[in-house]
């Protein structure tokens, strides 16, 4: 059985492995010219940022082996922080003391083309689940609603 590995591109304009490809392309927004790098399988770039000119200052500066390595950190780390992000924005947490005895209340959303869903739970302070229900995707987790909840007994907020 053989794996199919594309062949590396190394041109002056597209530099590509297995996993990355960046494109030197003509920017549109000016007379300049950028880089897009796409992960493999995308079909939109992962990353696009300027690049620099050639010394004709007219082309742009051809892509080598060290450029390609940086601009393949630069758009992993970019990926990394955007699902960081992405993930902070769907997982909320807080930890309130109650009667003497902390209580992490936390809202997870998962997100769906068809309708997001929601989750609000709470935890001792062992991690053990005290209670958990489902609530609008626009439930809004803060130190007052955390505490209502508990004091409804873990009612589901409307």
Same mark, same amino acid.
């Given at each position: 059985?053989?794996? =199919? ?7 002056? #304009?597209?530099?590509? =492995? ?28 992962? %990353? ?5 000119? $050639? ?24 990926? #990394? ?14 930890? %309130? ?9 936390? %809202? ?6 068809? $309708? ?27 130190? =007052? ?14």
């Amino acid at each position: 059985m053989t794996v =199919d590995t594309p062949e590396p591109i190394q041109q002056a #304009r597209v530099w590509g =492995d297995a996993q990355w490809t960046a494109r030197v392309i003509k920017n549109e927004d000016d007379d300049g010219w950028a880089v897009a790098m796409y992960l493999a399988g995308q079909s939109e770039p992962a %990353l696009v940022g300027p690049w620099t000119m $050639g010394r004709d200052k007219k082309n742009p500066k051809p892509l080598d082996t060290a450029a390609f390595h940086t601009l393949v950190k630069t758009a992993k780390e970019f990926i #990394r922080r955007s699902e960081q992000q992405r993930h902070a924005q769907l997982n909320k947490n807080l930890t %309130l003391t109650v009667q003497g005895r902390p209580i992490r209340v936390l %809202l997870s959303i998962v997100p769906d083309e068809e $309708g997001a869903s929601a989750t609000l739970s709470a935890q001792d302070e062992f991690g053990e689940e005290l209670a958990r229900v489902r609530v609008s995707p626009a439930f809004k987790l803060n130190l =007052d609603s955390a505490q209502a909840w508990i004091e409804s007994g873990y009612a589901r907020p409307h």
